[in-house]
């Protein structure tokens, strides 16, 4: 799904199935019926340097049943002192496909192990799927398509997928802490839905880590109600940033927004390369969303306004170019966000209506509406900010599409030793953006209790249009703006 872009890089599966240790541990866990065996396999190669092993965990609280995890590592060039824990976003995105390109935080710090977990119901941690998604695939992909949804939800054990939220999740970081990196000292980073998922951990397990990252932040009230109308703002404000620019304002006119408009409109009469305005906003979000390729967003306008042969080529390659998450698990994401990420009631119709005043959206807000119209119903787990008294490195870009600057202020301030760092010009996830992220990044993990940089008066430079490279990449020739 385009509108579910985080970080771009995946690692390698599971290839090898050769034992590089021996260890295997059990730990009794008082459930509160009777005790859960908790287990670490052996730790085995699976590529790119790294280890992985199975974690047994319980189902949930007071269940003698369990399911499996998938754990991955990277361990340092020096015996490990500290462990770096990641937790990815999504919801739905496991997390130890991005541990491999971790390896340059060894670098600077060669004591560090960095850890990660599959979140319970994705990648390999006993995946949640239904049969639609097992037999979809009427394109050659493997995306539960619409008319397939309802069959697929219909599929689903309620009670089963009562063990696949925030809180169990949550439990589950901290068991595998427990059971794997109980000597070192721990810090917890989370990634965009990732910050809400380690908020939740800190509510329930406050004294465990020494520190917390948390960047592109999503504050524990936040629902996907408000995605799209985010995206769109943001959008908007991105796109009116380069008036300034003498290239984009003599392509779109000096007006970008009322650009955009203007052309969306004329797509509703006249689609370019089959592009409509519904798929034009949707990918202006993506890339504004992915943020890497954020620059060409103007040159995608120029395009569709003119719509010549050539432009129509370039369009039909930069659509070859977007693609889903392929091991996102699409039913975990469709769970959490429809039992803890949707307000109860929430119209669908009227969530899809709304995207016609918008310019830039990927419609995920609308995608899940859809989606929790029909999910069983769930009891909400209230999520108050946590209490901790551990270091907080809070991180947040100016140009987050997902969640806008002023709706993460409560936050930035709600923790007793918490710091932020906010680039007016960064996107989705801070350390894709900024010099000054990255730096407040490492002097945090080196010392908690060290100042940071606020990163406040930190620009980041634009190439609107895209760049030859970008271009070829993209559009199939080096010219982004065509003409």
């Known amino acids: 799904?385009?509108?579910?872009?985080?970080?771009?890089?995946?690692?390698?599966?599971?290839?090898?199935?050769?034992?590089?240790?021996?260890?295997?541990?059990?730990?009794?866990?008082?459930?509160?019926?009777?005790?859960?065996?908790?287990?670490?396999?052996?730790?085995?190669?699976?590529?790119r340097g790294t280890e992985c092993a199975t974690l047994e965990v319980p189902l949930q609280p007071g269940s003698a049943e369990g399911l499996e995890l998938w754990v991955r590592r990277l361990l340092p060039p020096q015996p490990a002192t500290r462990a770096l824990w990641f937790v990815d976003g999504g919801p739905g995105d496991p997390g130890t496909r991005v541990v491999p390109d971790l390896g340059f935080f060894h670098k600077v710090f060669p004591n560090l192990a960095i850890y990660a977990l599959d979140q319970r119901g994705s990648?390999?941690?006993?995946?949640?799927?239904?049969?639609?998604?097992?037999?979809?695939?009427?394109?050659?992909?493997?995306?539960?398509?619409?008319?397939?949804?309802?069959?697929?939800?219909?599929?689903?054990?309620?009670?089963?997928?009562?063990?696949?939220?925030?809180?169990?999740?949550?439990?589950?970081?901290?068991?595998a802490i427990d059971q794997l990196t109980p000597e070192l000292d721990n810090v917890v980073w989370g990634l965009s839905y990732g910050t809400l998922?380690?908020?939740?951990?800190?509510?329930?397990?406050?004294?465990?880590?020494?520190?917390v990252i948390l960047d592109g932040l999503v504050p524990p009230d936040w629902t996907f109600a408000e995605f799209d109308g985010s995206?769109?703002?943001?959008?908007?404000?991105?796109?009116?940033?380069?008036?300034?620019?003498?290239?984009?304002?003599?392509?779109?006119?000096?007006d970008a927004v009322s650009f955009a408009e203007d052309t969306l409109a004329g797509l509703a009469q006249l689609p370019c390369a089959g592009v409509g305005p519904t798929e034009a906003r949707a990918i202006l979000g993506a890339l504004l969303l992915q943020g890497d390729d954020r620059g060409v967003m103007p040159a995608v306008l120029a395009r569709l306004a003119r719509c010549d042969t050539d432009d129509q080529a370039a369009m039909a390659t930069l659509l070859s170019?977007?693609?889903?998450?392929?091991?996102?698990?699409?039913?975990?994401?469709?769970?959490i966000s429809s039992s803890e990420l949707m307000p109860p009631g929430t119209d669908p119709d009227a969530a899809g209506d709304a995207l016609s005043d918008t310019i830039v959206a990927t419609g995920a807000g609308a995608w899940v509406a859809r989606r929790a119209a029909q999910w069983p119903a769930f009891e909400r787990p209230a999520q108050p900010v946590a209490t901790t008294d551990r270091p907080v490195l809070m991180l947040h870009g100016g140009l987050d599409p997902t969640v806008t600057?002023?709706?993460?202020?409560?936050?930035?301030?709600?923790?007793?030793?918490?710091?932020?760092?906010?680039?007016?010009?960064?996107?989705?996830?801070?350390?894709?953006?900024?010099?000054?992220?990255?730096?407040?990044?490492?002097?945090?993990?080196?010392?908690?209790?060290?100042?940071?940089?606020?990163?406040?008066?930190?620009?980041?430079?634009?190439?609107?249009g895209g760049s030859p490279l970008q271009a070829q990449r993209l559009f199939g020739t080096s010219d982004p703006w065509g003409g």
């Open 123 to 175: 990648g390999a941690s006993t995946p949640l799927g239904c049969e639609a998604e097992e037999a979809a695939g009427s394109d050659g992909g493997s995306e539960i398509t619409e008319s397939e949804w309802s069959s697929c939800i219909a599929s689903l054990d309620p009670s089963w997928l009562q063990a696949f939220g925030t809180r169990q999740a949550a439990d589950d970081l901290a068991l």
């Open 321 to 335: 170019r977007f693609g889903g998450e392929p091991d996102q698990s699409q039913v975990l994401l469709a769970h």
């Open 405 to 464: 600057m002023p709706r993460v202020q409560a936050l930035l301030g709600a923790y007793p030793r918490g710091q932020s760092a906010t680039p007016p010009s960064a996107g989705h996830v801070t350390l894709n953006f900024s010099d000054c992220a990255v730096d407040a990044y490492l002097i945090f993990l080196d010392d908690p209790t060290a100042s940071v940089p606020g990163c406040t008066e930190e620009v980041w430079p634009e190439v609107w």
């Open 197 to 211: 998922l380690v908020q939740r951990y800190l509510e329930q397990h406050p004294d465990q880590p020494e520190a």
């Open 1 to 47: 799904m385009w509108w579910m872009w985080m970080m771009g890089c995946a690692g390698e599966p599971a290839t090898d199935e050769t034992d590089t240790t021996s260890e295997d541990t059990s730990t009794q866990v008082d459930t509160g019926t009777e005790a859960f065996e908790t287990t670490v396999g052996p730790w085995s190669d699976c590529g």
């Open 231 to 254: 995206m769109d703002a943001t959008g908007r404000d991105y796109l009116a940033r380069c008036d300034a620019d003498p290239t984009c304002a003599e392509q779109l006119g000096g």
